[in-house]
């Protein structure tokens, strides 16, 4: 006698009642600051780039060099991910992104601050790398979908949400939302490595 498989219906009913893994928990959590905290740069980057006398086509740059250097590190973020695991590589990401966004706070030209983003960008493919891989091995086969939902939700909310945080913490200076960012990228590490 063979059971007879179950029906798609019934799947996702399972799914939804399914609990959620704690270190999943804390990876929503952490991409929510992550995306946040990218949100708090985002509206004063270039205007912080011009402030070292430099015009708008060198402040693209400085915006540029990020998705520039994640996608010429994405292949060794893949093999560093191979070869120590995903969630070291994870949390040295977020780490280097936090050290790389802190220092561009204190940047006192536009080289450093052009060296200080290319760096972030390195790291940060480091965590959505390993990110990606970390939610495919921990959320259990029936809830991936639902999973990956909540994970693009947590970092759509904070990707919303960042820009006018960081509108109005620039009120403060332009340096504070490097700050603020680096700040929130700690504190997801720490979350994460303590989960």
Do not use: H
């Not at 708008?56 to 540029?64: Q, R, Y």
């Amino acid at each position: 006698m063979t059971a007879s498989p179950e029906s798609p219906a019934n799947q996702g009913a399972r799914a939804a009642k399914a609990a959620m893994p704690r270190d999943i928990k804390v990876m929503l959590a952490a991409a929510f600051l992550i995306a946040l905290g990218f949100g708090l740069v985002a509206p004063v980057l270039p205007q912080f780039a011009t402030t070292f006398d430099v015009g708008a086509t060198a402040a693209a740059v400085i915006v540029s060099i990020f998705a520039f250097m994640r996608l010429v590190f994405a292949p060794a973020g893949g093999a560093l991910m191979g070869r120590f695991g995903e969630r070291p590589v994870y949390i040295a990401g977020l780490l280097i992104v936090a050290a790389s966004t802190a220092a561009c706070a204190f940047a006192q030209n536009y080289w450093q601050l052009l060296v200080f983003r290319g760096l972030g960008g390195a790291g940060s493919v480091m965590f959505t790398v390993a990110a990606m891989g970390l939610l495919i091995r921990l959320a259990p086969p029936e809830s991936r979908g639902r999973v990956s939902g909540a994970y693009a939700s947590a970092f759509l909310i904070g990707s919303v949400l960042g820009p006018v945080v960081g509108g109005l913490l620039a009120g403060f200076g332009l340096r504070v939302p490097f700050l603020a960012y680096a700040a929130a990228l700690v504190l997801a590490a720490w979350l994460f490595a303590r989960s």
